[in-house]
């Protein structure tokens, strides 16, 4: 399975970007400074099916 790795992730652009590479089938790994954050967002992908760690 590919994997794309999102660095600087957050609610605007990047949230974006792990929909589209998730929705193609990718697992998508997030970087950002808050881990709090990044949780949020990977509950999100997570809810939508989208395979996402940070």
Same mark, same amino acid.
């Given at each position: 399975m590919?994997?794309?790795a999102i660095v600087g992730a957050g609610p605007g652009l990047g949230i974006?970007? &792990?929909r589209a590479f998730g929705a193609k089938g990718f697992t998508v790994a997030m970087i950002a400074r808050n &881990? &709090?954050?990044?949780?949020a967002l990977a509950s999100d992908l997570h809810a939508e099916g989208i395979q996402a760690a940070r």
């Open positions: 590919p994997v794309i974006e970007i &792990a &881990a &709090a954050k990044l949780d």
